[in-house]
């Protein structure tokens, strides 16, 4: 069987199984990595701390539990960021979210493609507020270099309606020094950021498949398989 034929003949069902791609597959997708030690942009006014240089960040949009995981990890621990004598969070982590309705509000540092309308913040004492309202309990967990959040869909309502679809939400995280390298309050804005993962735009949460999603997968599968086999035989 000549290469044309076997393109050919893979191409029906090649089309069946990419059918469920996301529409947005050029965007980035979760999880972005992001180099270390570049954690002190000009515009920051906090120490070099490794517990706010994130090496990696991903969003896990799940459909059948209706939940969105937030989870960072960092060149240093996240136990480092907590005032061991009185609690006190000494950063934290904004996960900025467009709904839809993003604006860019980091255009003045040189990042017109980091946009978000909405900002959910994690501490590293596990603690989180979202629209004025605390994380419910037990859901944001530190364990080593890594923070992460289980958050209900719900949760995370738009500021406004109608909104995108949730697959279609996208994400950025920057974490924030409250102290400066003199252990004094930073006032809340840019010079609090230590970093931005992605760099200059967001990225776009990786989906779990639903379970009839894997089932159409595999029976796609098969068919190929299948079909395959027949074409060879007739070659």
Do not use: C
């Amino acid at each position: 069987m000549t290469m044309t034929r076997i393109f050919y003949s893979l191409t029906p069902l090649a089309l069946i199984l990419g059918a469920g791609l996301p529409a947005n597959a050029a965007l980035l997708v979760g999880p972005v990595q992001d180099p270390a030690n570049d954690n002190t942009p000009s515009y920051y006014a906090g120490p070099p701390l490794a517990g706010l240089d994130v090496l990696s960040a991903n969003v896990i949009y799940n459909p059948s539990l209706n939940t969105l995981t937030f989870t960072s990890t960092m060149a240093g621990l996240i136990s480092s960021l907590v005032n061991p004598a009185n609690g006190q969070n000494l950063g934290s982590f904004s996960w900025g979210i467009n709904h839809g309705f993003g604006t860019n509000n980091f255009a003045a540092i040189g990042l017109p493609n980091v946009v978000f309308d909405a900002v959910l913040t994690l501490n590293p004492n596990g603690t989180g507020t979202y629209r004025g309202n605390q994380t419910p309990g037990g859901s944001v967990t530190a364990s080593g270099n890594t923070l992460t959040a289980v958050l209900p869909v719900a949760f995370l309502a738009p500021p406004t309606l109608p909104a995108l679809p949730v697959a279609e939400w996208t994400y950025n995280l920057w974490p924030r020094s409250s102290f400066d390298a003199s252990g004094a309050a930073l006032p809340f804005g840019n010079s609090q950021i230590a970093d931005f993962a992605p760099d200059s735009e967001d990225f776009s949460a990786q989906a779990v498949p639903e379970p009839g999603t894997l089932g159409t997968g595999a029976f796609g599968a098969a068919l190929l398989l299948l079909y395959w086999r027949r074409k060879v035989g007739r070659g």
